[in-house]
């Protein structure tokens, strides 16, 4: 039924017909992640790292209430440049097809899209989680109840360090959601490599991390799993320098009344406008590694599926 509302590329349809590796991507980097034409430019080198290491990337968004799976360089331009453009998670789909507007992915979105196309992996910046303070306000994103229902594994630079890492952790245990550190046994927090948290399992190899999604799905348990894949040493940024600038982003936003889905933008605008910049290029090279790494598990995937 949802197939009348859905549009494949053909470069992807193909692929996924035949078996080969397709990696899925959101487009809220383009619309809400950074500015025109550095969004552009980040999501088409993004597609490119994909090819370049075996796989078909599969931009993602809702254009004029199409849901398209594979965005061309076109469509991806006029994403880049579009105003009023949703912020789109689950409960958004409908609204965004029925009024017929154009609408960027976030995580859970994303998930879901790539799941009716039978994409089984995905490379992020980073997921959403439980806020800072969510024992009063309940602010928990959408991504991570995403995770525990739609198969689909998430590569990303572990949880925003804008969050309550700690209590993230708790909520994807609770919900059964694996958190598998790449080459790590901590979490990593978004721009540095380090947490404080360690990871359920740790994975060396795109094969191994293959074999464990196959083994996850062939057992039908149902639900995604977190890739958890530090950011470079050579982009990581300085934890102290990082840390005060999001107490600092935090105490703006509550001053400012910033709430729900807003709150993430925010937090990642002000945050690179307190480090001068240097956040959003840490930002945009871990997109790069997680792309490279999802790639290589799709390859590594579809040689066994």
């Known amino acids: 039924m949802f197939e009348k509302y859905l549009d494949i590329n053909l470069e992807v349809a193909a692929a996924l017909k035949n078996g080969k590796a397709v990696v899925a991507l959101e487009s809220t980097i383009i619309s809400h ?21 075996g796989a078909i990337p599969a931009t993602i968004a809702i254009l004029k209430g199409r849901l398209k799976v594979g965005l061309t360089a076109d469509e991806i331009e006029y994403l880049g440049k579009a105003k009023d453009v949703v912020k789109c998670s689950r409960r958004d789909i409908p ?12 995580v859970a979105s994303t998930m879901i899209l790539a799941s009716m196309a039978g994409i ?20 928990i994103s959408a991504d991570l109840l ?11 630079a572990g949880a925003k360090s804008i969050l309550d890492i700690g209590l993230t952790l708790e909520y994807l245990e609770t919900n059964g959601v694996p958190v598998v550190g790449y ?23 795109p094969e191994e991390m293959a074999q464990t999604l196959k083994a996850k799905w062939d057992l039908k348990l149902k ?11 050579a982009y990581a940024m300085d934890l102290d320098t990082i840390t005060k600038a999001i107490e600092e982003a935090l105490k703006q936003a509550q001053r400012d009344g910033i709430k729900g889905k807003e709150s993430t933008p925010y937090l990642l605008a002000k945050v690179k406008e307190l480090t001068g910049g240097d956040s959003l290029d840490s930002n945009i090279q871990l997109v790069y590694n997680n792309a490279k790494v999802g790639a290589q598990v799709a390859v590594a995937l579809a040689k066994i599926s």
Do not use: W
């Not at 609204?95 to 976030?106: H, N, V």
């Not at 089984?120 to 602010?139: C, N, P, S, Y």
């Not at 490599?193 to 994975?203: E, P, Q």
């Not at 799993?225 to 470079?232: F, G, S, V, Y």
């Open 33 to 53: 992640g950074m500015p025109y034409p550095k969004n552009v430019e980040t999501a088409l080198n993004v597609e490119k790292i994909v090819r370049e290491n």
């Open 95 to 106: 609204f965004i097809i029925a009024k017929k507007l154009d609408g960027a992915t976030t």
């Open 120 to 139: 089984k992996i995905f490379a992020t910046g980073g997921v959403g989680g439980v806020h800072r303070g969510a024992q009063e306000t309940f602010d």
């Open 146 to 156: 995403e995770l525990a229902q739609t198969d689909v594994a998430v590569v990303c």
């Open 183 to 205: 080459q790590t046994d901590e979490l990593p927090a978004f721009y540095t490599r380090k947490s404080g948290f360690g990871v359920d399992y740790r994975i060396d190899s």
């Open 223 to 233: 639900g995604g799993l977190i890739i958890a894949n530090p950011i470079p040493e």
